[in-house]
Nanobody
Framework: QVQLVESGGGLVQAGGSLRLSCAAS????????MGWFRQAPGKEREFVAA????????YYGDSVKGRFTVSRDNTKNIVYLQMNSLKAEDTAVYYC?????????????????WGQGTQVTVSS
């Protein structure tokens, strides 16, 4: 089992940047594929990015391609989401998720473990 804690959210102006972090407990972090999802008020949860257990494969949602970068440090049990050129429509609660022995999947159902989320608000 793994526990996930997101941090790094906040208020930023459009065009700005934020870096989210997701710290994982446990000694087998390198066995987990990690994903980032977001949910805005009144909207369905949306896939943002995913990364394979080794970090060699990444996958992005169409709305964030070219602006967001997912990475991980398996020595620190942390996955990051670097968000650049932020837009008002990026405003949402961002969640990280983990899938044991999984792949970099865009499907929420593939992930068993979820963090509590961190709010990102982009002002226009």
């Amino acid at each position: 089992q793994v526990q996930l804690v997101e941090s790094g959210g906040g208020l930023v102006q459009a065009g700005g940047s934020l870096r989210l972090s997701c710290a994982a407990s446990g000694r087998t972090f390198s066995n987990y594929a990690m994903g980032w999802f977001r949910q805005a008020p009144g909207k369905e949860r949306e896939f943002v990015a995913a990364i394979s257990p080794s970090g060699g494969i990444t996958y992005y949602g169409d709305s964030v391609k070219g602006r967001f970068t997912v990475s991980r440090d398996n020595t620190k049990n942390i996955v990051y989401l670097q968000m650049n050129s932020l837009k008002a429509e990026d405003t949402a609660v961002y969640y990280c998720a983990a899938a044991l022995f999984g792949s970099a999947s865009p499907t929420a159902a593939a992930y068993k473990y979820w963090g509590q989320g961190t709010q990102v608000t982009v002002s226009s």
